[in-house]
């Protein structure tokens, strides 16, 4: 199996900054995308950004130039810099990992989610 281990997370102020990580570990051959979602309070959980093992990446239009995800595909973990925070960033954040290949390239048959980490932005 896999394990998602975030950390990172904690309360700042508005337009502070946070660099949230996500390292994957277990039976893993390789890992196609990895990213992170965001749930906040009475709302449905969504994606914030994304980054595939080809180097392209997706955010949400309400993080765009303000967020930065990386991967570093050797280890296996996934960066999220998030700058100028605002109060509507407030959310739990998730790590993801999807189309996750194991031992001998067979590929799980679902994405892997870590436990989530707290971001709070309020002054």
């Known amino acids: 199996q896999v394990q998602l281990v975030e950390s990172g997370g904690g309360l700042v102020q508005p337009g502070g900054s946070l660099r949230l990580s996500c390292a994957a570990s277990?039976?893993?051959?390789?890992?196609?995308?990895m990213g992170w979602y965001r749930q906040a309070p009475g709302k449905q959980r969504e994606l914030v950004a994304r980054a595939t093992n080809s180097g392209s990446t997706d955010y949400a239009d309400s993080v765009k130039g303000r967020f930065t995800i990386s991967r570093d595909k050797a280890k296996n973990t996934v960066y999220l810099q998030m700058n100028s925070l605002k109060p509507e960033d407030t959310a739990v954040y998730y790590c993801n990992a999807e189309k996750v290949l194991g031992p001998e390239m067979i590929a799980y048959g679902a994405p892997f989610w870590g436990e989530g980490t707290q971001v709070t932005v309020s002054s």
């Open positions: 277990g039976s893993i051959f390789s890992i196609y995308g």
